[in-house]
């Protein structure tokens, strides 16, 4: 009878401070989607939707984005595992050298990669910025990633290796099935940062067809000596081109808890 | 994990295909007809959906050229620059770009073509007549070739009240420094903003300041800037005290350097109509054409009275000159392949293009001398208000609007702030605005 | 114990050729043109040595710089860090909506610049914005401020809003760690008489010890890049007081083209980012090897 009802006091005190934060963290959220509906209500929307034809830059996020995940879980994943699990000459140096990609900010990555990009070949196709936002992903989840490899155990490792397994099956079909939340959230980061960046892909790419959702919501910001949309419109475009984010991040998050209970089995 | 690879490369390879189907779409388009592409990359005349006016322009300008296509990029002005020096540098540039007046136009100067004999040839030898005098001071470099056309013509200087709210607070138009105080005053007094000011944007105080020190005295202040005087002189110390003066007796509104003209200032007064006044230049003439609601309802509804004017800043009796500049340089790349269609765009744009920019939708003042300014369904106060600029511009122009050199734009414009917060008194910035201005002559 | 093999170049091959194309040249470009006075467009360069290094040197904005970046990096990673660890800690157990509350904890990171932008200088605006009118509302208008207008209280925005969009971040990363601390582990120190209290310390902090120092050394390189927040709420001012290494990076390129000076600041940050990492590394491989002795 006690114990119950220290059960519920925690459990009400718990839901108080998880409630009280999201307020405060939802507020300028909640903020944005009022403003999306200020004045015209949904007209703000159609406005968005006339204007722009919205499908086809979609398309090519979704090209961009889906390319950069497949790019970044084929060598992300085994770069981690094996600087994680496996011994070879180099391996710190090789690491630390992969780590200085994240490092560079930016601004001074622009013209360079613009001068590797249409050396390759790529300029002005949507996969101009697939490989950049790729490595630039992979660089910086690697240490992410690597660490959570760090945490699952290496009996396992070892458990293959008795069985007569190498170090591809043990990465396949051991380690990476128990790395899924680590995995899924290198994604749900990949996925968020090559769906809003613009600086690269404004650059890269000329043709307005080929331009992913992310530029969009700039034609409606005010520029200087200019406010030919009112901030609503622009704020519409602006929640259209996150909701695919708020999707995806449900649906890797699904993956997470997934590999939680797996986990816990394993573990 | 099987399941994620698999719903991803499903994800990618449908997009793919899709994407794939579009862009042969896209390029079976392209191959009718031999046509010359002229791609055309700037920030202004902006893209604002479908219907926008640069639209219309390139769609007429097509068909009274049947062999050229313009392929227009527009750029938001944030990252215009960045990206047009990208593709430039790269080799990879456009044919004609837009540039803005001031330090980037010279500094750019390796990637504009001499523009002086296209201009002879297309408009005979008198061209120059053609713009106005200041434009082409503007745009000539000290050996006078030209680099690029004027496209649109911008004087800053100006403040704008909604004349119906401040009768409201029971005032009329301050048109001197000490009515603007007691307007002040009483607007305060009623919890309302007084002058409002984007102080955020460091180009605004720039234009307002120098506006001011021109109104004490112009020669003065482009003496200085020329390098021929101190900034430490007597009547530019006036105005680095009478800008600091605003912020501290209450005539600019509280954290205004904590505000940004677009859009937290602008939409109060083109919007939402919450405040009585604002300091913005002439292009804000366009909130008359402007076609959302509430701007339609704020500037060409039922008695809605809204005046430009000019503030008489040290009590002389007369009102301040106003600073010009030309909106859009229109450059070409020398490494352009398609130079002549190139050119004829940039004419046509000058030409036939700012008429119905101007006409129809007052983007800017005429760059143009021999350009009828005939505005289409602008309402009587909008008339009244395009006049005064008008006037103005033919009598009460001191000089250039911004300052060419970066580092000492960059410093004043530092200073203004510096002033603005108290951070600095008027004879130190001063002393720190001559200590750049002699180093970089 | 770990097997030596030759399959382990194997593994990291894709990413060091990824690596050699993209990331290499940039970092080679930026070395040279900070040894160059340079606009940025002109076809001439001028090479003038270490120059621009001695600009910067001299160059007072540079020691603001600095400050503000140990500022913002000690607030931002220490507060962040606690409060991850402590959203996790409490979504962790069986709770109802606990996936609701985690999605709109981490949602702020969706927030483009445009969006901090607009939205917050809508709330910290002196005069209407959301904050004033609440601090009137329950009479303390003595500490109504003009948040962002002046210097002090401009930084200490800087670095809340900060916290407010990257919190969600650190309680994810924490809380995709917990998911590998087995339950098996609790149940027993349960049985041993643990509050939750000393099952948070004893068992959950050590064993998270490979993340504490992933989102350290995150933290750290965030702070050094650190551009969005500060370029679109302040840009960097008033008069350079939340002036961060990216935002006069931009400064020194666009506004006063000075790609020279500009590549030269990449440059430091560049290595202070390095000496961190490699500091950070060392200790991390360093009780590695006593963990792995014992």
């Not at chain 2, 944030?78 to 020096?85: I, T, V």
């Not at chain 2, 050996?143 to 056309?149: E, R």
Request: a negative charge; glycine letters at 6%; aromatic letters at 12%.
């Amino acid at each position: 009878m006690k114990k119950m009802k220290k059960i519920k006091w925690s459990t009400f005190f718990t839901h108080t401070v998880c409630i009280l934060a999201c307020v405060i963290f939802m507020f300028p959220i909640v903020l944005m989607l009022k403003k999306s509906v200020a004045v015209e209500g949904f007209g703000n929307y159609t406005r968005v939707f006339r204007s722009f034809n919205l499908l086809i830059n979609l398309g090519n996020s979704i090209l961009i984005t889906g390319s950069v995940l497949l790019i970044v879980t084929l060598v992300l994943a085994p770069a981690a595992f094996a600087f994680s699990k496996l011994q070879f000459r180099g391996r710190k140096i090789c690491y630390y050298i992969l780590l200085m990609g994240m490092m560079i900010p930016s601004a001074a990555l622009v013209f360079p990669l613009f001068m590797t990009v249409k050396k390759i070949g790529l300029l002005g196709s949507q996969f101009s910025v697939v490989f950049p936002y790729a490595i630039l992903s992979c660089c910086f989840n690697l240490m992410m990633l690597k660490n959570y490899f760090d945490s699952l155990s290496d009996q396992l490792l070892e458990a293959t290796y008795i069985d007569g397994g190498g170090n591809f099956r043990a990465f396949l079909w051991i380690m990476l099935p128990l790395a899924k939340p680590g995995l899924a959230f290198v994604l749900i980061q990949s996925f968020l940062t090559s769906w809003n960046e613009l600086q690269l892909a404004m650059t890269f790419i000329t043709n307005k067809e080929k331009l992913p959702i992310s530029v969009i919501p700039i034609h409606f910001a005010a520029t200087t000596g200019s406010a030919q949309f009112p901030v609503q419109v622009m704020f519409a475009a602006l929640v259209i081109c996150l909701l695919p984010i708020a999707i995806f991040y449900i649906f890797a998050s699904r993956f997470m808890i997934e590999g939680l209970t797996q986990g816990a089995v394993k573990g | 994990m099987k399941k994620i690879i698999c719903t991803l490369l499903t994800a990618s390879l449908c997009t793919a295909s899709l994407t794939g189907a579009g862009c042969m779409t896209v390029f079976a388009q392209e191959n009718e007809g031999e046509k010359t592409v002229v791609t055309f990359q700037t920030w202004n005349p902006a893209d604002s959906g479908e219907g926008s006016p640069i639209y219309q322009i390139i769609d007429a300008f097509e068909e009274e050229n049947p062999d050229i296509e313009i392929n227009y990029v527009y750029v938001g002005s944030g990252s215009h620059l960045d990206q047009l020096r990208v593709g430039l540098m790269g080799g990879e540039g456009p044919d004609v770009y837009g540039m803005s007046a001031g330090s980037a136009y010279s500094e750019f100067r390796d990637f504009e073509e001499d523009l002086t004999s296209y201009c002879q040839e297309s408009w005979g030898e008198n061209w120059e007549d053609k713009f106005l005098d200041f434009c082409m001071d503007i745009v000539k470099d000290e050996d006078g070739a030209v680099y690029g056309v004027p496209l649109g013509l911008t004087y800053a200087g100006y403040a704008w009240a909604d004349t119906n709210m401040l009768a409201d607070y029971g005032l009329s138009v301050p048109t001197s420094y000490a009515e603007l105080k007691e307007a002040a005053k009483t607007l305060r007094e009623q919890n309302q903003f007084p002058m409002a000011i984007g102080a955020k944007d460091t180009w605004l105080n720039l234009d307002c300041w120098m506006s001011m020190a021109a109104d004490i005295d112009a020669e003065a202040l482009y003496a200085a800037i020329n390098g021929e005087k101190s900034f430490t002189d007597p009547e530019l110390l006036e105005s680095f005290t009478l800008w600091q003066d605003l912020f501290n007796n209450g005539v600019f509104q509280d954290g205004a350097v904590g505000m940004t003209l677009y859009n937290d200032v602008n939409d109060m007064f083109q919007r939402e109509g919450s405040i009585p006044m604002f300091m913005n230049g002439s292009w804000a003439m366009n909130m008359y054409t402007l076609n959302d609601e509430e701007t339609r309802s704020n500037f060409n509804g039922e008695n809605s009275d809204h005046d430009i004017f000019l503030i008489d800043w040290n009590d002389d009796g007369q009102v301040c000159p106003v600073t010009a500049s030309v909106d859009v340089i229109l450059c070409m790349n020398p490494e352009s392949e398609v130079k002549e269609a190139a050119f004829k765009w940039m004419d046509y744009l000058v030409n036939e293009g700012q008429d119905l920019l101007v006409n129809g939708y007052l983007e800017y003042m005429p760059s143009r001398a021999d350009m009828e300014l005939n505005v289409s369904g602008l309402s009587e106060d909008g008339q009244k208000n395009l006049e005064y600029i008008i006037q103005n511009g033919t009598d009460n122009v001191a000089g250039i609007r911004g300052i060419e050199n970066a580092e000492l734009s960059t410093v004043i414009c530092d200073m203004l702030t510096a002033l603005a917060i108290n951070e600095v008194t008027p004879e130190d910035a001063a002393a720190q605005i001559q200590a750049v201005s002699e180093s970089v002559r | 114990m770990k097997r030596k093999s030759y399959s382990g170049y194997l593994f990291i091959l894709p990413m060091m050729i990824l690596f050699a194309v993209f990331i290499v040249y940039p970092i080679v470009y930026n070395i040279r043109i900070s040894f160059y006075d340079w606009n940025g467009i002109s076809r001439t360069k001028v090479f003038v040595g270490l120059e621009n290094y001695q600009t910067l040197i001299q160059d007072p904005v540079v020691k603001i710089i600095l400050k503000n970046f140990l500022i913002f990096a000690v607030c931002t990673i220490l507060i962040q860090a606690i409060l991850g660890l402590f959203f996790a800690n409490l979504l962790r157990r069986k709770l109802k909506f606990a996936d609701l509350y985690r999605t709109l904890i981490y949602l702020p990171i969706v927030a483009t610049p445009t969006i901090v932008g607009n939205i917050f200088s809508r709330i910290l605006e002196s005069n209407r914005g959301y904050l004033n009118e609440f601090l009137r509302a329950i009479h303390l208008e003595s500490l109504c401020h003009s948040w962002l207008a002046e210097p002090k209280t401009a930084l200490v925005f800087i670095i809340i809003i900060n916290i407010w969009q990257w919190t969600g971040y650190s309680m994810l990363v924490y809380y995709t760690g917990m998911l590998n601390i087995s339950e098996d582990v609790y149940e027993a120190a349960k049985i041993d008489g643990a509050g939750a209290f000393s099952q948070f310390f004893r068992i959950t902090l050590p064993l998270l010890r490979g993340t504490h120092y992933t989102i350290f050394i995150m933290g750290m390189i965030g702070s050094l890049k650190t551009f969005d927040i500060p370029y679109v709420l302040t840009r960097g001012g008033p008069n350079h007081a939340t002036e961060f290494f990216s935002t006069y990076i931009n400064t020194q390129s666009f506004s006063l083209f000075n790609q020279g000076v500009s590549s030269a600041i990449v440059v430091v940050m560049f290595v202070i980012a390095m000496v961190i990492t490699a500091a950070q590394l060392y200790l991390y491989y360093h009780n590695d090897k006593d963990k792995d002795l014992a």
